[in-house]
């Protein structure tokens, strides 16, 4: 591995080194006024495997709040599938290629450059096929239809019902258990019989789902990975967790 090059040195009467990685993912170094040259490169060496592994972290970071993922995917990243976890496998072809296999998702290279955009349309037909056969399951058990089902982009929110009775659902809960999905669906279906967080309307979630809370617990630790904007290096805990 090559020294990490130094982009900002600063100098002052501190006494010890400091390493600070930029939003931009540049090195800032931070060293006493009087430290030979040599001793702070020596030292900034020493560091290289933290340095590279926070940088990108850092650029992780700044590529998920500007919407794409910090570095190109690449075979042996993982893809979520309704809980499931896929070794992305990136093959030579001649044809444009995208097949989810038992224990793998093929993809093309001829497809990288657009692989954020093309998964999340994969994950998007993969949930339009699940979706209203879902709702459909659950309205009747609630006893309440809505006036329209879509898939919705939102940033923030995992589902949403109007008061005109659209349900959204959002489109990242492709990758989550198909528990996790049903409870989303759930909790916004009960909107309809009560469009506030009222007792009531907890205990129609619970009617149907008894044990929601573990559910939404799931989707408050694990909701983050539910994304395309990170590289995952993780398989996704799954729903019920496994025991201990």
């Given at each position: 591995?090559?020294?990490?090059?130094?982009?900002?040195?600063?100098?002052?009467?501190?006494?010890?080194?400091?390493?600070?990685?930029?939003?931009?993912?540049?090195?800032?170094?931070?060293?006493?006024?009087?430290?030979?040259?040599?001793?702070?490169?020596?030292?900034?060496?020493?560091?290289?495997?933290?340095?590279?592994?926070?940088?990108?972290?850092?650029?992780?970071?700044?590529?998920?709040?500007?919407?794409?993922?910090?570095?190109?995917?690449?075979?042996?990243?993982?893809?979520?599938?309704?809980?499931?976890?896929?070794?992305?496998?990136?093959i030579q072809t001649r044809t444009e290629t995208l097949r989810l296999e038992t224990t793998r998702l093929v993809m093309?290279?001829?497809?990288?450059?657009?692989?954020?955009?093309?998964?999340?349309?994969?994950?998007?037909?993969?949930?339009?096929?699940?979706?209203?056969?879902?709702?459909?399951?659950?309205?009747?058990?609630?006893?309440?239809?809505?006036?329209?089902?879509?898939?919705?982009?939102?940033?923030?929110?995992?589902?949403?019902?109007?008061?005109?009775?659209?349900?959204?659902?959002?489109?990242?809960?492709?990758?989550?258990?198909?528990?996790?999905?049903?409870?989303?669906?759930?909790?916004?279906?009960?909107?309809?019989?009560?469009?506030?967080?009222?007792?009531?309307?907890?205990?129609?979630?619970?009617?149907?789902?008894?044990?929601?809370?573990?559910?939404?617990?799931?989707?408050?630790?694990?909701?983050?990975?539910l994304t395309l904007e990170r590289i995952n290096d993780q398989p996704l805990p799954p729903y019920p967790p496994a025991?201990?």
């Amino acid at each position: 591995m090559n020294p990490p090059k130094i982009d900002r040195l600063i100098r002052s009467k501190r006494k010890t080194l400091a390493l600070i990685i930029r939003p931009d993912g540049s090195l800032e170094v931070r060293a006493p006024l009087h430290l030979p040259q040599k001793d702070i490169l020596d030292w900034v060496a020493s560091k290289s495997s933290w340095i590279e592994k926070h940088r990108q972290q850092v650029l992780q970071v700044q590529a998920e709040k500007a919407g794409s993922p910090a570095r190109p995917f690449q075979s042996g990243d993982l893809v979520y599938v309704m809980g499931k976890t896929y070794p992305l496998r990136v093959i030579q072809t001649r044809t444009e290629t995208l097949r989810l296999e038992t224990t793998r998702l093929v993809m093309s290279s001829d497809l990288l450059p657009n692989a954020h955009t093309i998964l999340q349309q994969f994950l998007t037909n993969f949930l339009n096929l699940t979706l209203p056969l879902r709702v459909a399951k659950f309205s009747e058990l609630i006893g309440k239809k809505p006036a329209k089902v879509r898939i919705s982009k939102a940033r923030t929110r995992w589902g949403s019902c109007s008061s005109n009775g659209n349900l959204a659902v959002n489109w990242r809960l492709a990758m989550a258990p198909l528990e996790i999905l049903d409870y989303i669906i759930v909790h916004e279906l009960a909107h309809l019989k009560h469009p506030n967080h009222s007792r009531a309307f907890w205990a129609e979630v619970a009617r149907i789902l008894p044990d929601y809370k573990a559910r939404k617990q799931w989707l408050r630790q694990y909701g983050t990975w539910l994304t395309l904007e990170r590289i995952n290096d993780q398989p996704l805990p799954p729903y019920p967790p496994a025991a201990k």
